[in-house]
């Protein structure tokens, strides 16, 4: 587990209500690439960004991007509170990312910028969510 874990999850729990804003990157809006962003900023990650993406991101860009933060990947036996999940859009396309959260009492939830609700939202992780999950990333340390 990252050692900014919880700060990393409240973080993403300011976020929550913020509408969808493609290329958003603050409370005024905000889109699931800018979620990992603001927080990293917002607990004192190394800071990066790019806007340099379509409303319909490359996904062997996207992979670079994540990589290029310094994130790294994480087994999915070894995800844990804070981690970013990175998902499937449309079924098809890993271009979607999250924040994973583990309650206490072993719900799981991705807070993520979600365009079809037009608004940052925290989704329960069911089983049916579990198998949108391409693969899972760590904030660099």
Known sequence: ???LANEIVASAHTLIGVRFLHHGRDMRGID??????YIAKDVGIKEWDTIDYGPRPNMNEFERLIRATGSKPVRYLD?????????????????????YE????????VIHAFAPFKKVVRSP??????KKVHSVWRFPE
Not at 82 to 92: P, V, Y
């Open 79 to 99: 995800v844990a509170h804070g981690d970013m999940l990175r998902m499937m859009s449309a079924g098809r396309f890993p271009v979607h990312i999250g924040i």
């Open 125 to 130: 992780l069911t089983p049916v969510e579990w």
């Open 32 to 37: 699931c690439v800018g979620v990992p962003i």
């Open 102 to 109: 583990k309650m206490p009492n072993g719900q799981e939830y």
């Open 1 to 3: 587990m990252h050692h």
